[in-house]
């Protein structure tokens, strides 16, 4: 019983250490302003952490667990953590208009795709516009 209290302990103390580590503005930094510009950084964290424990006899007899004192047992227990953080891409802000500026070369096409398709679909609006004004005046 004393090491599940001693575990819980050591849980509560790693995650309180990570909480105060990390927080939302880890992941989307602080903005940063030049003239016109506008620049948030955006970064990826990763968290991994062990912990573990056990009790001990004082006694090194071989009692049995019931017939030992309570008091006459040890708690021997660690924790390690470790954090990573990486950043993945740039919000920037620009004479109104808004990009993302990513350093994976996968995530810079998806966003490229979607810079263009709102002009892409324009286009075809146009062409299929012009395609019926030729259909109406050849009817005339």
Do not use: W
């Not at 103390?13 to 990390?22: A, H, R, V």
């Not at 955006?42 to 006694?59: A, H, L, N, P, W």
């Not at 708690?75 to 990513?102: D, I, K, Y």
């Not at 979607?114 to 002009?119: C, R, S």
Request: charged fraction near 30%; charge should be negative; include cysteine.
């Amino acid at each position: 019983m004393r090491s599940t209290n001693s575990i819980k302990d050591l849980m509560d103390t790693t995650l309180d250490s990570i909480k105060t580590t990390i927080d939302a503005n880890t992941i989307i930094g602080d903005p940063i302003k030049a003239e016109n510009t506008v620049v948030v950084p955006i970064s990826k964290v990763t968290i991994g952490f062990g912990i573990g424990g056990g009790e001990y006899s004082r006694d090194c007899s071989d009692k049995k667990r019931e017939e030992r004192d309570l008091d006459d047992t040890n708690f021997a227990g660690g924790s390690a953590g470790a954090v990573s953080l990486q950043p993945v891409a740039f919000v920037v802000v620009e004479n109104g208009e808004t990009r993302l500026m990513s350093l994976d070369h996968s995530i810079n096409m998806v966003d490229s795709i979607l810079n263009i398709t709102p002009k892409v679909l324009e286009k075809i609006q146009k062409l299929k516009n012009n395609e019926s004004e030729i259909k109406d005046d050849k009817k005339c």
